[in-house]
């Protein structure tokens, strides 16, 4: 009977592609705004990323982000370093500085600023050239999509000069470092010469990266700094969540995406609930004929959530087909929404969605059908 | 005579207060295996209310129904399903084929029903259809055909799973005259065996001539039942 109920849903080809149409609708707006939402509350912790090489991140006992530090005293290095746990302890220096290119273009750079011995920080993604010319005058890297803004369409090339704060600037790699949430370009060069272009007071260091000691968790070493230094230390991860939770929570971007989800689910359960309900409604004396004819309500059911579920598949997988080929074109390199990408879980998550926009659809047509009395036939 | 239908002081009534209507009131009936019974009768007087109670699609507020044996008022809801699915077959007057499938896939239903493989149940519509005169509309949708035709698959809809019962519910009154006799003659010559009973409810008079017992039924009772000779048909 399987047969029977596909070829009835075929045979209606007009409803069954607003069905389809339905259903993949709502599955590309939540699909494709959820993977943008996921893929920008990464960004703003994409700093934080980066940093492989440390696991514990030293700041200000106030910073609420990474975006809102205030600057700790240069004897703060020190103090970290004397915790006892700590492998190693480095200087990481964050600010935004204006850039200029020779041709006159602006924009604005987010300047990290990396220990001059070690350089950790520094991006492992690198398009060209070697990190360690840093150490050469004037030398800093520039990640690829902020080379092409400010150079666009022009081959990447070493050897480029720009303006840092009306300080020259020579560059010597081109990283890729991740997508910043604050800024499209981001400049890695050492700690001593990020601060002779940004001269500021006296106190310049944004955050201490350290190292838990071997076989010492990040957390429990992070833990003793903050009783030692009376600074806030926490584990990469543990500042990462921080982060993205002061996103989640004072700005208004899960709101206006979840807005456009929840408007995805309303919609499609609108459409396809109005749809099913007239498809079912128009082929109520089929139904019936099959009742009639001895069809258990069972099996009835099982026709229509066959239906359902045909539609359901078909829809999601062009919907999702759909929000996966954005992802995959959108976001190339060095385009604005570089980076962001479709996570799985969101996926399978739109998939539960979809199966309950096409279920909470098929409601009142499954009930028609329950109800439906068979001696409407002889009518 | 051998009693495959028996009725006994049926009644069914429909809605309640001002809006209540007794459809049927005591009706006591009976059709033999082996005949074409049709039950005649002016418009509203409860013909699709008696033959609907009888294959199991409407449970009466009194009185007892036996088919072939059978006291459906014994039989719950699922079982009267399966005896539907099994013992009964059905002409509508609106058809009622499925418009998406074909000529043999529609009268193949019944058999679905009960389980059949496509290969077989189409297998068996198909040899019925050639019987019907259909060879040739096969594989034609419901559209693609004539009413008369089209009531001839529901015709093999009605007997392909071999069913002891067949009710027709004004089985000609969408069709021409001509239509009509001939989808009649048909009817007459598959449905009718010796361990099966045909109920056609009609109010045509020009199809009288193909029964072997005519019940007369008038504002929810039998009035009498006439014997005909059908063969002088
Ligand atoms: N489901 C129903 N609800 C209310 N009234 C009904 C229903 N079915 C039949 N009736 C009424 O019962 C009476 C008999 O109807 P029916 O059996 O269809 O007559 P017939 O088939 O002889 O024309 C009519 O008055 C009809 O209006
Ligand atoms: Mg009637």
């Known amino acids: ?379 | 005579m051998a009693i495959a239908v028996d009725c006994h002081d049926v009644t069914k009534a429909f809605g309640t207060g001002d809006a209540r209507v007794q459809a049927l009131r005591g009706v006591t009936f009976a059709a033999a295996a082996g005949e074409m019974t049709l039950l005649v009768g002016p418009s509203g007087c409860g013909k699709t209310t008696l033959i609907s109670a009888i294959a199991g699609m409407l449970t009466p507020d009194a009185g007892s129904i036996a088919v072939f044996g059978a006291d459906l008022r014994k039989l719950s809801r699922g079982k009267l399903t399966a005896f539907r699915a099994k013992s009964v077959g059905f002409v509508f007057q609106q058809f009622n084929l499925l418009p998406a499938l074909t000529a043999t896939e529609n009268a193949s239903i019944p058999l679905r029903i009960l389980g059949a493989s496509a290969g077989e149940a189409n297998r068996r519509a198909a040899v019925l259809l050639d019987r019907l005169g259909l060879a040739a509309h096969r594989d034609r949708f419901p559209d693609q055909l004539s009413g008369g035709q089209q009531q001839r698959v529901a015709i093999a809809r009605a007997l392909v799973h071999e069913p002891q019962l067949v009710v027709c519910d004004e089985p000609t009154a969408s069709l021409d005259a001509q239509s009509g006799q001939a989808a009649m003659a048909l009817l007459r010559d598959l449905a009718v065996r010796a361990d099966r009973a045909v109920i056609v409810v009609t109010h045509d008079s020009r199809i009288f001539s193909f029964a072997d017992r005519i019940a007369h039924m008038a504002d929810g009772r039998i009035e009498n039942v006439s014997i005909q000779d059908a063969e002088a048909a």
């Open chain 1, 1 to 379: 009977m399987a047969v029977v109920a596909l070829r009835m849903l075929f045979g209606d080809r007009a409803k069954y592609l607003g069905l389809v149409f339905g259903v993949a609708f709502a599955t590309l707006l939540v699909t494709q705004q959820g993977g943008m939402f996921v893929g920008l509350m990464t960004r703003t912790a994409s700093v934080i990323e980066d940093v492989r090489e440390a696991d514990i991140w030293v700041m200000d006992p106030q910073a609420l982000y990474i975006d809102t530090v205030r600057a700790l005293r240069d004897t703060d290095l020190g103090r970290v370093r004397g915790v006892p746990g700590v492998a190693w302890a480095v200087p990481f220096y964050k600010a935004s500085a204006p850039v200029k290119t020779l041709d006159g273009r602006i924009d604005n750079a987010l300047l990290l600023g990396l220990d001059d011995a070690t350089l950790i920080g520094v991006s492992h993604d690198v398009k060209l050239g070697r990190v360690e010319d840093l150490r050469q005058p004037d030398a800093i890297a520039i990640d690829e999509a902020g080379y092409l803004r400010l150079w666009p369409g022009e081959k990447l090339r070493l050897g480029r000069e720009l303006e840092l704060n009306d300080h020259r600037a020579m560059v010597v790699a081109i990283t890729g470092a991740s997508a910043a949430f604050t800024a499209n370009i981001i400049i890695h060069t050492p700690y001593t010469r990020a601060l002779d272009y940004l001269p500021q007071g006296r106190d310049t260091l944004s955050f201490v990266l350290a190292r838990a000691a071997p076989g010492q968790t990040p957390a429990a070493v992070a833990r003793a700094i903050a009783a030692r230094t009376g600074l806030q230390a926490l584990s990469s991860a543990d500042f990462r969540w921080k982060t993205i939770d002061y996103y989640l929570a004072k700005t208004g971007i899960p709101i206006s995406f979840g807005l456009v989800i929840v408007l995805g689910v309303v919609v499609g359960i609108a459409i396809v609930g109005l749809t099913f309900n007239m498809f079912v409604a128009e082929n109520l004396r089929q139904y019936g004929a099959l009742k009639a004819m001895g069809l258990s309500d069972l099996r009835l059911v099982g026709l229509v959530l066959l239906q359902g579920t045909v539609v359901g598949l078909m829809g999601f997988g062009i919907g999702l087909g759909l929000a996966a080929s954005f992802f995959e074109f959108a976001t190339q390199p060095p385009g604005a929404l570089r980076g962001f990408s479709l996570p799985w879980w969101v996926a399978a998550g739109d998939a539960g969605l979809t199966a309950l926009i096409v279920l909470l659809a098929m409601f009142a047509s499954l009930r028609r059908v329950l109800v439906l009395d068979p001696a409407i036939v002889f009518r």
